[in-house]
């Protein structure tokens, strides 16, 4: 399973960015993608993410900027009114079963 993360980069406060992910291996037809982050000097946290199934699920933080939204196994992060407390580097993520795969990560910067 691999896991290619793209769309990171500077953006101004109230800015927009999108961010993607495409999953490619094998893996069971059942699992969820999504997207964690993690600031400097923090943990990592949940973003959002997408089941296959449907379901969609927002951090409390994000739920009225951020979109999610997924085609097969390609999921788009689609942010908007960006904050400086959005700077981390984001992580696409696949859980499937009992195993997780993480992503490289893509450093997103919102400072003017």
């Known amino acids: 399973v691999q896991l290619q993360a793209s769309g990171g980069g500077l953006v101004q406060p109230g800015g927009s960015l999108r961010l993607s992910c495409v999953v490619s291996g094998s893996f069971f037809r059942i699992n969820v993608i999504g997207w964690y982050r993690q600031a400097p000097g923090k943990e990592r946290e949940l973003v959002a993410t997408a089941a296959s199934g449907g379901n969609i699920r927002y951090a409390d933080s994000i739920k009225d900027r951020f979109n999610i939204s997924r085609a097969q196994n390609t999921v788009i992060l689609q942010m908007s009114s960006l904050e400086p407390e959005d700077t981390a580097v984001y992580y696409c993520?696949?859980?499937?079963?009992?195993?997780?795969?993480w992503g490289q990560g893509t450093l997103v910067t919102v400072s003017s």
């Open positions: 993520n696949l859980r499937v079963l009992r195993n997780s795969f």
